[in-house]
Nanobody, 121 residues
């Protein structure tokens, strides 16, 4: 069993900051990319930011310069620092991990339960 446990969502005023954290635990043979996605009401889930095991990050254009993704490989943790938040950042944020749960199973995506981020104007 693999678990992704997220924390750090909440309500913040526009211009404020939030820090999301996600820890992967359980049966993990090999952990590849990790990332954050978000889904606003009535919209499709979209990539916010992703990071490789080597620390290379890529970002959605809408968050470049405001959000920073980082990871702690020793603890299978990924962090999303969100600054200068805007009302349009309001969404449920989901942690994603691309991993092999054991030697016999190929890489697949795992998801956290989601954490609500609400930015008021």
């Amino acid at each position: 069993q693999v678990q992704l446990v997220e924390s750090g969502g909440g309500l913040v005023q526009a211009g404020g900051s939030l820090r999301l954290s996600c820890a992967a635990s359980g049966s993990i043979f090999s952990l590849d990319d990790m990332g954050w996605y978000r889904q606003a009401p009535g919209k499709q889930r979209e990539l916010v930011a992703a990071i490789t095991t080597g620390g290379s990050g890529n970002y959605a254009d809408s968050v470049k310069g405001r959000f920073t993704i980082s990871r702690d490989n020793a603890n299978n943790t990924v962090i999303l620092q969100m600054n200068s938040l805007k009302p349009e950042d309001t969404a449920v944020y989901y942690c994603n991990a691309h991993l092999m749960p054991n030697y016999y199973t190929d890489y697949r995506d795992y998801w956290g339960q989601g954490t609500q981020v609400t930015v008021s104007s």
